[in-house]
């Protein structure tokens, strides 16, 4: 893929995406072009660059178009929480009352379009088209902000990881489906800052992954993956991404589910 090439990361709400497209929605090289010609091709060599801070004005909307980035907020305590990574394909930006929300910084080498905001909104007014596709995007993004909510208060520090694991496994960039090799674009202290934990946390975390046969530590930084197996002990109930769907096999009918929890009864409740 060019360093230039515009994409929109995304899955349809209402209908599934076509296999020769996912993970990024269909734009058309008309809209394409008119996004290169009203955009500003950036590009961060040095990781660790930051792209934008938060509370600073919010004057542009990026696109990531190569590389990685990750945005954080920093807390009073002096502690960092990192609140996403972005891949190819995603939408960095997000404000709040004319300010940025959280801050931005480059993970690897990045290349961005980045639009003036006034800009951007009159062109989305005048094509609705694109305007649908950055739309999608948003709740496309909405409902990963959803599942993390959910992994990070209901389960443990070894599933988030795991299923941290898949997720980054969708970016062809990264992973090798062949071999099954995914080599990340981020440190442990990065991992725990995003997931919860501690760099010594992920460091453990991986140990056990290991021992259960479901990784295996090529390098610091390379692990060669079981996809299926660390869905299964992720369990969300929740499709894997497309990306990773596409080279899991498929799983037996006929499996018997998983008990509810029962009911407890009103004296249970007042107790």
Known sequence: MAPDEIRIRAD???????????PFLPLSADARADLRRIGEAIEFKTPG??????????????????GVAQSYRALPSGE???????????????AEGGLYVNSC???????????????????LAAHPDVSAS?????????RNAQRQLIMMGRLSVLRRLAAFLIDCAAHEAFYDARGRTLTLPMTRYDIGDYIGTSAEGVTRGLGRLEAMGLVRR????TLELKPTELATLVDLADPPPSGVARMMPAQPRGRASKRRPRARSATQRRS
């Not at 660059?49 to 178009?65: K, M, P, V």
């Not at 929480?81 to 960095?92: K, R």
């Not at 090529?218 to 930084?221: A, E, F, N």
């Open 12 to 22: 349809p709400i209402w209908q599934p995406a076509r296999r020769e497209e996912a």
């Open 49 to 66: 660059t930051e792209i934008y801070r938060a509370d600073e004005a919010a004057a542009y909307l990026y696109l990531l178009t190569e």
């Open 134 to 142: 950055f739309y999608v995007k948003a709740v496309h993004d909405l």
């Open 80 to 94: 960092r929480q990192i609140v996403a990574f972005f891949w190819p394909g995603d939408i960095l930006g997000l």
């Open 218 to 221: 090529v390098s610091p930084r």
């Open 105 to 123: 910084t480059a993970l690897t080498p990045c290349h961005v379009y980045r639009f003036a905001t006034d800009t951007l909104t009159a062109f």
